[in-house]
């Protein structure tokens, strides 16, 4: 009786471990240098712990259904601010030229209807569940190293067509055909996505 008691404060020790430290891995990253200033914009009525440094910004946002998700976006070419949609931060206005905030560049984010921008056709994200810095796709993209997301989506969400995704640039080597949106690229396209394409 003693020792199954002590296999189940065991196991009841190790599961809460494991919670705790996932719970501390869904947070900004740490920082030894000066923070910025959060940007403005409509988010902060539905994000919270929000925290900017060296052009990024993390914040745990409303994602629908009562739940809260952890997102971040690179704000340094974003003119007019952040919103939440859906649990991701992206920005409003049209992002400033160059830089990995500049057009077609991770977390550009350009706008989507209201935002003063054009919607992306699909967006691919850095994490799965569609979290982490995401990059908004708004026509073929043959070389993701050019703005620094090759090898990183582990997630899209497919807006408008559908999508051709290779590993290596220029649409070679192994594709798919991408046509709904997947929270969890299976293991062969997992950080392996070089090129994309519209092919419908």
Known sequence: MRNTF???????????????????????????????????????????????FDGQVWARCQAGGGRW???????????????????????????GPGGPGGPGGPGS????????????DAVL?????????PYEVRGDMPDLTAIRFNDKASSIKILRGE?????DVDYQGRCWILTRDE???????????????RVR
């Open 6 to 52: 002590t296999r189940t404060a065991l196991g009841l020790f190790a599961a809460t471990s494991a919670l705790l430290g996932a719970s501390a891995q869904a947070q900004a990253p740490s920082w030894n240098g000066r923070y910025d200033e959060p940007p403005r914009g409509s988010y902060t009525q539905s994000c919270r712990e929000i925290t900017a």
């Open 69 to 95: 998700t952890w997102s971040s976006a690179d704000v340094r070419g974003c003119r007019g601010g952040l919103e939440n949609r859906g649990g991701y931060l992206m920005c409003t206005g049209n992002p």
């Open 109 to 120: 984010g350009g706008g989507w209807p209201g935002g003063g921008g054009l919607r992306p």
């Open 125 to 133: 994200f850095e994490h799965a569940g569609y979290q982490g810095q």
């Open 163 to 167: 999508w051709q995704v290779c590993e």
């Open 183 to 197: 929270g969890l690229l299976g293991r062969d396209l997992n950080d392996r996505i070089s090129s994309i394409r």
